[in-house]
């Protein structure tokens, strides 16, 4: 019996080691795979400080002009068009693409109200090759209302430029800065030849610290009308591509590389996920050579101020109200009427409304049919620049 049991506890004793082992390759495992995890949260919460050194980012060459970009992405149109290498429109879109903080004073509430400095980040894109840049308008809206100045641009070697505003468009949230000096600029495609499920890139300045962070997906939607950051209704594309905070007034690309639209805003909710929005570049186009000609924009419109309105109506589009003195009054149009069509097009939506009436000029001239009182009428109304406004409604 001693015997047997001696033989037991002796079992039971290497049974024990072999657990004991075992456990400590595991604990050592766990261990191991605990720091990975730490050390990786730790590289994306505090990143690197970035060096001025161009040498720093591994992903563009050293070799630099005046302005810190390298010979290697030189404007070449058979490349430029050449669809076969994401990495070369991603490396020619960052050297097109800069950063821009906007400082301002920011007031806290409570019972001590106190003024802390912050700053506003988002992303720009060189427009010409004289240094203007276009951004949105929601990413330095605080520092113009605060006359802060000091706005200043990064480019993808880590050259800071001061910039100055050279114009805004809020009701397009649209701004065009401009800094000195030779730079690459982009190369325009065209938002109406984007179809659904098109592919795009988006690169910016993503979360205000991840800098030149590229995504990428298709069009979700096309003219999708929105509410703006700055509070208007407007036309945009909609995009499962990831548009974070910072990503605002950056490019987006086409599978060509050529800049489409412009990242605006992204519908952020619990439930919801990949809603990005982008202005097609069609829509603003004109706007940003008149901001860059002459600092401002005039807009051509009918003058009528639409109010909340279904995302359509099979009965077109009701006028709540006339500007003074609008085209629109001019030819005959009263508050009340509901507008049906734009030169023989139906009008349905406040998006088809927009469309109809988009890149139209001071002093053009449509046809708009309006229904009145249970019956048809059509007026010839030349259009007349419109005034900034700030009301509720939309003046269209």
Not at 165 to 182: F, N
Not at 302 to 331: K, N, Y
Request: charged share 20%; hydrophobic share 40%; proline share 3%.
């Amino acid at each position: 019996m001693a015997k047997r049991n001696g033989s037991f506890f002796e079992k039971w004793a290497q049974i024990k080691d072999k657990r004991l082992l075992a456990g400590t390759i595991v604990l050592i495992i766990l261990l191991s795979f605990a720091a990975g995890m730490a050390g990786g949260l730790l590289a994306l919460h505090f990143p690197a400080a970035q060096s001025e050194d161009a040498a720093a980012n591994p992903n563009f060459p050293t070799d630099t002009d005046d302005l810190g970009f390298s010979d290697a992405v030189e404007a070449d149109d058979e490349d430029a068009g050449d669809s076969s290498s994401a990495f070369r429109i991603y490396d020619r879109a960052a050297h097109c693409t800069v950063g821009i903080s906007a400082p301002f004073t920011k007031k806290t509430g409570g019972l001590f109200k106190k003024k802390t400095q912050t700053t506003a980040s988002g992303t720009g894109f060189f427009i010409s090759d004289t240094g203007y840049i276009a951004t949105s308008y929601h990413v330095i809206e605080q520092n113009i209302l605060q006359n802060a100045g000091n706005i200043t641009v990064t480019t993808c070697t880590g050259k800071v430029c001061r910039a100055e505003v050279r114009g805004t468009d809020p009701a397009k949230d649209l701004a065009v800065l401009k800094i000195d000096g030779s730079v690459m600029p982009v190369a325009f495609g065209s938002s109406d030849a984007l179809q659904v499920g098109d592919p795009i890139m988006v690169v910016g300045n993503a979360l205000s610290f991840l800098s030149y962070t590229c995504t990428t997906g298709v069009v979700s939607f096309r003219n999708r009308t929105v509410i703006s950051p700055t509070g208007r209704r407007m036309l945009m594309f909609q995009t499962d591509a990831a548009i974070n905070e910072g990503n605002s007034g950056g490019p987006v690309f086409n599978e060509k590389g050529e800049v489409v639209g412009i990242a605006a805003m992204k519908y952020a909710d619990a439930s919801a996920e990949g809603l990005g929005f982008f202005l097609p570049i069609d829509e603003v186009l004109d706007n940003l050579n008149q901001l860059m000609q002459t600092g401002k924009v005039e807009r051509a419109g009918l003058g009528v101020e639409i109010g909340e309105t279904p995302s359509e109506d099979p009965q077109g589009i009701p006028v709540t109200a006339l500007s003074d003195g609008s085209a629109a009054g001019s030819a005959g149009i009263k508050a009340g009427d509901v507008i049906t069509e734009i030169d023989g097009a139906g009008v349905k939506s406040v998006s088809s409304l927009l469309y109809r009436l988009r890149g139209k000029h001071i002093g053009d001239t449509v046809q708009v049919t309006v229904s009145s009182g249970g019956s048809l009428a059509v007026y010839e109304v030349t259009l007349k620049a419109l005034e900034e406004t700030e009301d509720s409604g939309t003046v269209v």
